[in-house]
């Protein structure tokens, strides 16, 4: 799946619900919600500009959208889905791309 704001453009229709860069981060982490991410790896991985990712994990922690974990000297960050309004924004992602797959 590729990102609002990233280099590559996506072609399904989920790009709808997704216009912000939080949003897209969040599209992005709901997408491996088992995984925890470093900010750099996920900006990269996601084709997202890392000074921009950083911002959004931050507001997006201290909504408690997102959950941060000291490792070392890094944070990792990962879907908060114990968060009801992370669950219905991922449940509509998941009909949206299924919606796509059908098209």
Request: hydrophobic residues 40%; glycine residues 6%; positive net charge.
């Amino acid at each position: 799946m590729k990102y609002p704001g990233s280099r590559k453009r996506r072609s399904d229709s989920s790009k709808l619900f997704v216009a912000s860069l939080e949003q897209a981060v969040l599209a992005f982490l709901c997408d491996k919600p088992e995984r925890s991410f470093y900010s750099v790896e996920l900006s990269d991985d996601a084709g997202l500009s890392r000074g921009g990712v950083n911002q959004a994990l931050h507001t997006l922690a201290e909504a408690g959208l997102v959950e941060a974990e000291d490792r070392g000297l890094k944070r990792f960050y990962r879907a908060n889905l114990a968060d009801a309004r992370l669950r219905a924004f991922k449940a509509l992602l998941d009909t949206t791309a299924a919606g796509s797959k059908r098209s």
